[in-house]
């Protein structure tokens, strides 16, 4: 399993360039555009417009899928399963058993599933243009949060591509101990668990460790100065109005299409 998958794409993209406050806050807006409303019209919308900003991260559509292929099966569960039972309106277009699928069960698993998609890509985004020192500076710098927070934010996200590390380790010793992906379906599911419980038990010792270190080294205390200073850039202006011109796209599309369905009404 390749341990970059939540690392920089490429340290010249334009995303890597702005800062993180202006990209969390587009991801923000769009976010509340998609969850005003369960209508697959603004859902097909921002993602659209998201899979055309790609090039701004220097990946490819194979790169992007080979990151977030687990999102793409959930995405396509949950369209199948609110499909299924959903509210059964409009005409039947399939009836097969307790399989009963109508126009209006579909739409409302088409719109789930892009939602979905829709609402994790932003954050994917992030966290492959955004080193998380950035993002830690900025949280400090320009939100204000306190510094236990942003520093305990920042050791996580150091910590993911440990855990992914330490996942392989663990795999590999369990076959030199003979505990493989061999036998029955039964025994495959056995042996994730326990690499699973592995895997949580090294984490939290990992993070243990980590949260007694910064604490006897003062992380969190008292006044600090800072080695990178945050600063906002003109780019930063262009991504948060790329933000509020996708939520308010979405929004008047669906409007337009008499799709919207404001999730309060």
Same mark, same amino acid.
């Given at each position: ?37 369960? $209508? ?18 220097g990946i490819s559509v194979r ?5 977030? /292929? ?51 890509l932003p954050g994917i985004f992030?966290?492959?243009?955004? $080193?998380?020192? $950035? ?31 330490? /996942? ?13 992906? $061999? ?42 100065? /800072? ?29 337009l299409a008499g799709t919207w ?5």
């Open positions: 399993m390749s341990t970059d998958y939540l690392t920089p794409v490429l340290t010249g993209t334009t995303l890597m360039r702005a800062n993180p406050v202006s990209k969390l806050f587009a991801a923000v807006v769009i976010t509340l555009a998609l969850m005003a409303s369960i $209508d697959w019209v603004s859902a097909a919308v921002v993602l659209a417009c998201e899979l055309a900003l790609m090039p701004l991260l790169g992007l899928v080979r990151r977030i /292929w687990p999102l793409l099966i959930a995405a396509g569960v949950g369209a199948y399963g609110t499909a299924l039972l959903a509210e059964k309106t409009g005409a039947v277009l399939l009836d097969i058993g307790p399989f009963l699928f109508t126009e209006g069960s579909v739409a409302a698993g088409i719109a789930v599933g892009l939602r979905g998609l829709a609402l994790a992030i966290l492959l243009s955004t $080193d998380p020192t $950035d993002l830690a500076d900025a949280l400090a710098q320009k939100l204000h949060l306190p510094h236990r927070f942003v520093l305990g934010g920042l050791a996580s996200l150091r910590l993911v591509g440990l855990l992914v590390e330490q /996942w392989e380790m663990l795999g590999l010793a369990r076959h030199a101990r003979g505990i493989g992906s $061999d036998g029955s379906p039964v025994a495959r599911a056995r042996n994730l668990l326990g690499q699973s419980f592995g895997l949580i038990v090294q984490a939290i010792r990992r993070a243990t460790r980590l949260a007694t270190a910064m604490e006897a080294r003062g992380f969190g205390s008292g006044s600090r100065t /800072w080695a990178r200073e945050s600063t906002f850039l003109p780019l930063d202006a262009v991504v948060a109005a790329v933000g509020l011109l996708v939520a308010a796209g979405a929004v008047t599309a669906a409007v369905n404001f999730i309060l009404s």
